[in-house]
T-cell receptor, first 111, second 113 residues
Framework: NAGVTQTPKFRVLKTGQSMTLLCAQD?????MYWYRQDPGMGLRLIHY???????AKGEVPDGYNVSRLKKQNFLLGLESAAPSQTSVYFC??????????FGDGTRLSIL | GQSLEQPSEVTAVEGAIVQINCTYQ??????LSWYQQHDGGAPTFLSY????GLEETGRFSSFLSRSDSYGYLLLQELQMKDSASYFC??????????????FGAGTQVVVTP
């Protein structure tokens, strides 16, 4: 039972490049979330999904897009990476009113 | 909106007791959660207070007082492995998603021998 798996674990991009972060969960959870974590700022919600085929904006959505084509997967896309998007990205999933389960994070550097 | 405030760092010796406070300005929320995060690791759930009062889980306890806009996490019998960041989080009443959380900036707990 893997829980929440994020790929890749590390990535370095050049400004303007695009990439997709993948989050996969095997717990059949309806709710999935993408956060970014920056030093001294805790976790900030980027986008979230309340079920397959649905997505919604969180606190800091600009510069990111998401898709939830399959219930178990939640993809986070950066269309044109900027240095301000250098961060650690965490995915989480949740079942109804239970606690959120987090992946191990993706460390992304934009040069 | 929501604003959660926590101390940035707390240092204590092994075996001691540490209290991490979380104060908030909010228009209403479902409950207060606490998460632990070790350096480089994933946040993991510790405790949840839906109602006012104390919740105890082993060496860790969490407290909520809505009338005082205040909660805390209490770590007892501190161990070296408790060195980590601890985040409080609330689920706003206005959210359109059951689980959408807003996190505090986190408190770094440093346990010394």
């Amino acid at each position: 039972n893997a829980g929440v798996t994020q790929t890749p674990k590390f990535r370095v991009l050049k400004t303007g490049q695009s990439m997709t972060l993948l989050c996969a969960q095997d717990m059949n959870h309806e709710y999935m979330y993408w956060y970014r974590q920056d030093p001294g700022m805790g976790l900030r919600l980027i986008h979230y999904s309340v079920g397959e085929g649905t997505t919604a904006k969180g606190e800091v959505p600009d510069g990111y897009n998401v898709s939830r084509l399959k219930k178990q997967n939640f993809l986070l896309g950066l269309e044109s990476a900027a240095p301000s998007q250098t961060s650690v990205y965490f995915c989480a999933s949740q079942d109804s009113n239970q606690p959120q389960h987090f992946g191990d994070g993706t460390r992304l550097s934009i040069l | 909106g929501q604003s959660l405030e926590q101390p940035s760092e707390v240092t204590a010796v092994e075996g001691a007791i540490v209290q991490i406070n979380c104060t908030y300005q909010t228009s209403g929320f479902y409950g207060l959660s606490w998460y632990q995060q070790h350096d480089g690791g994933a946040p993991t759930f510790l405790s949840y207070n839906a109602l006012d009062g104390l919740e105890e889980t082993g060496r860790f306890s969490s407290f909520l007082s809505r009338s005082d806009s205040y909660g805390y996490l209490l770590l007892q019998e501190l161990q070296m492995k408790d060195s980590a960041s601890y985040f409080c989080a609330v689920r706003p009443l206005t959210t359109d998603s059951w689980g959408k959380l807003q996190f505090g900036a986190g408190t770094q707990v440093v346990v010394t021998p």
